[in-house]
């Protein structure tokens, strides 16, 4: 290679470093990942950098090899110069590309299974002590995030000068607003004109409550800094650029006891090796109205705010406490004792199993706890325990209670009005005198809630469907025989009923005969009790003795 001198040096040294220094800060503004070594994205752009800097310097310094061929008949030499390539300069990026890869490896499960194992912390617990056994429907939150967004947007259609303006985003927040469940979404922008048209911010959010099934548009003070927001104005950015060092993730809209806006996001660290082992130690509330941006600690968080560990990360963190308590190569061949949140495969693609992206969730205490059923990882549709989880402490606690899986129990549900076609939400995990209970919503292809359903979760075929949530209960404790009230037998009424459906149910290793009438009342006798009702079936009219539920007699009327 001919050198030519000092100045071509300095130039591809010069342009080298405006380039990479250029293409660096471009990285990090338009993407605002967090300038911190533990931050994947952060060498990323720093090995990005290095390749265009020295691609730039390269050229700027040049790179011409003189050569020599001779043309012609009579072989006259001709010199002449070409560019050739020489990996030499793209050392240094390539070496720390190949540096960078073997931390993450070094970081991996691989190496760490133990201390991997370790980040969440699970208590063992008491189901019916944490657990209150006083079921109130107001605090049963049952609505899944695509029936949310229905009557979101329904709410935010019949406003004509919102909705030509913004639009509801889809990330519906469960949290707890004075007591009680609701989701909650701001507004966001209808693009970049609708922005550059309303320099005032967004001006509201909707709340949704789950249990009595409606939507509501709730004014605010203009909203500058949200994530639909452009420049200096967006959300993310704006964060970043006063906490340029700190990783964040999990940026959502919530509100106060007041109904004051906020947007909060969960401050994580790694804590193995470089980039592995991901926990949160503390979240980041902006005000989109001031800008004003307060950084709290996990110990610290005001309680209104209700998700900081949120349950993707939460399914996460307990799936490698759970696989890899007895080591990396035991979660691979004899997976001794290994256990996982239960996991479905997603729509979009059938090879693809993951956990369940819309968790039940429980409030309590002031807070929402979110709950995942656990299965062994041999296991088949059935649970071993259960996890819950409080998504602003991270404090995580497990019961031990095998039964149906989430997907089961909502099976046994819809088959209980397959005649409707009615699909079931993800349900809720409730105490109901001591029994765990899914209880749920069943909606018609419309998405419009039309039954909720309560199932066993230890026999899931324990199943009792209503109108409303109070009388699915009443119905689901009258099946069980919790409320079934005992009069003395000169007090026995008789009832003469046409029966709606007939089911057999084991209790304790005995068979329990349960009729459901065509007004929705349920009666139930023991099996070997009662053999003349054996051969009852739908649409047979009897007449009952009984005291409460408890059939005492039953005498079919034929014709």
Same mark, same amino acid.
């Given at each position: 290679?001919?050198?030519?001198?000092?100045?071509?040096?300095?130039?591809?040294?010069?342009?080298?470093?405006?380039?990479?220094?250029?293409?660096?800060?471009?990285?990090? %503004?338009?993407? /605002?990942?967090?300038?911190? &070594?533990?931050?994947?994205?952060?060498? *990323? @752009? =720093? !090995?990005? #950098?290095?390749?265009?800097?020295?691609?730039?310097?390269?050229?700027?310094?040049?790179?011409?090899?003189?050569?020599?061929?001779?043309?012609?008949?009579?072989?006259?030499?001709?010199?002449?110069?070409? %560019?050739?390539? /020489?990996?030499?300069?793209? &050392?240094?990026?390539?070496?720390?590309? *190949? @540096? =960078? !890869?073997? #931390?993450?490896?070094?970081?991996?499960?691989?190496?760490?299974?133990?201390?991997?194992?370790?980040?969440?912390?699970?208590?063992?617990?008491?189901?019916?002590?944490?657990?209150?056994?006083?079921?109130?429907?107001?605090?049963?939150?049952?609505?899944?995030?695509?029936?949310?967004?229905?009557?979101?947007?329904?709410?935010?259609?019949?406003?004509?000068?919102?909705?030509?303006?913004?639009?509801?985003?889809?990330?519906?927040?469960?949290?707890?607003?004075?007591?009680?469940?609701?989701?909650?979404?701001?507004?966001?922008?209808?693009?970049?004109?609708?922005?550059?048209?309303?320099?005032?911010?967004?001006?509201?959010?909707?709340?949704?409550?789950?249990?009595?099934?409606?939507?509501?548009?709730?004014?605010?003070?203009?909203?500058?800094?949200?994530?639909?927001?452009?420049?200096?104005?967006?959300?993310?950015?704006?964060?970043?650029?006063?906490?340029?060092?700190?990783?964040?993730?999990?940026?959502?809209?919530?509100?106060?006891?007041?109904?004051?806006?906020?947007?909060?996001?969960?401050?994580?660290?790694?804590?193995?090796?470089?980039?592995?082992?991901?926990?949160?130690?503390?979240?980041?509330?902006?005000?989109?109205?001031?800008?004003?941006?307060?950084?709290?600690?996990?110990?610290?968080?005001?309680?209104?705010?209700?998700?900081?560990?949120?349950?993707?990360?939460?399914?996460?963190?307990?799936?490698?406490?759970?696989?890899?308590?007895?080591?990396?190569?035991?979660s691979l061949f004899a997976k001794k004792?290994?256990?996982?949140?239960?996991?479905?495969?997603?729509?979009?693609?059938?090879?693809?199993?993951?956990?369940?992206?819309?968790?039940?969730?429980?409030?309590?205490?002031?807070?929402?706890?979110?709950?995942?059923?656990?299965?062994?990882?041999?296991?088949?549709?059935?649970?071993?325990?259960?996890?819950?989880?409080?998504?602003?402490?991270?404090?995580?606690?497990?019961?031990?209670?095998?039964?149906?899986?989430?997907?089961?129990?909502?099976?046994?549900?819809?088959?209980?009005?397959?005649?409707?076609?009615?699909?079931?939400?993800?349900?809720s995990l409730i105490n109901v005198e001591?029994?765990?209970?899914?209880?749920?919503?069943?909606?018609?292809?419309?998405?419009?809630?039309?039954?909720?359903?309560?199932?066993?979760?230890?026999?899931?075929?324990?199943?009792?469907?209503?109108?409303?949530?109070?009388?699915?209960?009443?119905?689901?404790?009258?099946?069980?025989?919790?409320?079934?009230?005992?009069?003395?037998?000169?007090?026995?009424?008789?009832?003469?009923?046409?029966?709606?459906?007939?089911?057999?149910?084991?209790?304790?290793?005995?068979?329990?005969?349960?009729?459901?009438?065509?007004?929705?009342?349920?009666?139930?006798?023991?099996?070997?009790?009662?053999?003349?009702?054996?051969?009852?079936?739908?649409?047979?009219?009897?007449?009952?003795?009984?005291?409460?539920?408890?059939?005492?007699?039953?005498?079919?009327?034929?014709?």
């Open positions: 290679m001919k050198k030519s001198g000092i100045v071509p040096v300095i130039t591809g040294l010069i342009t080298g470093l405006v380039t990479g220094l250029i293409v660096s800060a471009a990285g990090f %503004f338009i993407s /605002s990942t967090a300038i911190n &070594i533990r931050n994947p994205g952060f060498w *990323v @752009i =720093v !090995i990005l #950098a290095l390749f265009a800097g020295t691609a730039a310097g390269t050229i700027a310094k040049g790179c011409k090899v003189t050569v020599s061929k001779k043309t012609g008949s009579k072989g006259r030499t001709k010199k002449y110069s070409e %560019f050739r390539f /020489s990996i030499v300069p793209y &050392i240094l990026p390539i070496a720390l590309t *190949v @540096i =960078v !890869i073997g #931390a993450g490896i070094v970081g991996s499960t691989m190496f760490n299974a133990t201390s991997y194992a370790k980040i969440l912390k699970v208590n063992d617990s008491d189901f019916t002590a944490d657990l209150s056994e006083s079921v109130e429907t107001d605090s049963i939150a049952l609505m899944d995030t695509a029936s949310a967004r229905m009557l979101g947007d329904r709410e935010i259609g019949a406003l004509s000068d919102v909705v030509s303006q913004f639009d509801v985003s889809n990330d519906y927040i469960q949290i707890d607003y004075n007591g009680k469940p609701v989701k909650v979404s701001a507004l966001e922008y209808a693009g970049f004109f609708k922005w550059m048209n309303n320099k005032e911010g967004v001006k509201g959010y909707v709340t949704v409550d789950p249990v009595s099934m409606s939507a509501s548009f709730e004014k605010s003070e203009g909203m500058k800094y949200i994530p639909s927001a452009y420049f200096l104005e967006d959300a993310k950015r704006h964060i970043w650029l006063e906490y340029p060092m700190l990783m964040t993730e999990n940026l959502h809209f919530e509100i106060d006891e007041s109904g004051k806006p906020y947007y909060v996001a969960s401050i994580v660290d790694k804590t193995i090796s470089l980039f592995g082992g991901k926990t949160v130690s503390g979240c980041i509330v902006l005000d989109p109205v001031s800008g004003e941006i307060v950084k709290y600690d996990v110990a610290d968080i005001p309680r209104w705010i209700d998700v900081v560990f949120h349950g993707d990360l939460i399914c996460e963190q307990y799936n490698w406490y759970g696989m890899y308590q007895n080591g990396f190569m035991n004792g290994c256990k996982q949140v239960t996991t479905y495969s997603s729509e979009d693609d059938s090879s693809d199993e993951k956990p369940v992206s819309d968790y039940g969730y429980v409030a309590k205490d002031g807070d929402i706890w979110i709950y995942t059923g656990v299965t062994s990882v041999n296991g088949d549709s059935s649970n071993i325990g259960f996890l819950l989880a409080n998504e602003r402490t991270g404090e995580s606690r497990y019961y031990a209670i095998a039964g149906a899986d989430e997907k089961s129990a909502m099976a046994a549900a819809e088959g209980e009005v397959q005649e409707k076609g009615y699909q079931a939400s993800f349900p001591g029994n765990p209970t899914y209880i749920m919503v069943l909606k018609d292809s419309g998405g419009l809630v039309k039954l909720y359903a309560a199932v066993n979760v230890e026999q899931y075929n324990i199943v009792t469907t209503a109108a409303t949530q109070a009388e699915c209960i009443a119905k689901y404790k009258a099946m069980l025989g919790i409320s079934e009230v005992h009069t003395p037998a000169d007090e026995a009424k008789n009832v003469t009923v046409t029966i709606a459906s007939v089911k057999y149910i084991d209790i304790d290793g005995n068979t329990y005969i349960y009729l459901i009438d065509t007004e929705n009342n349920i009666f139930k006798a023991k099996a070997s009790e009662h053999e003349n009702m054996l051969l009852l079936e739908a649409g047979d009219t009897v007449e009952l003795s009984c005291t409460g539920s408890k059939i005492l007699a039953c005498k079919q009327i034929v014709g």
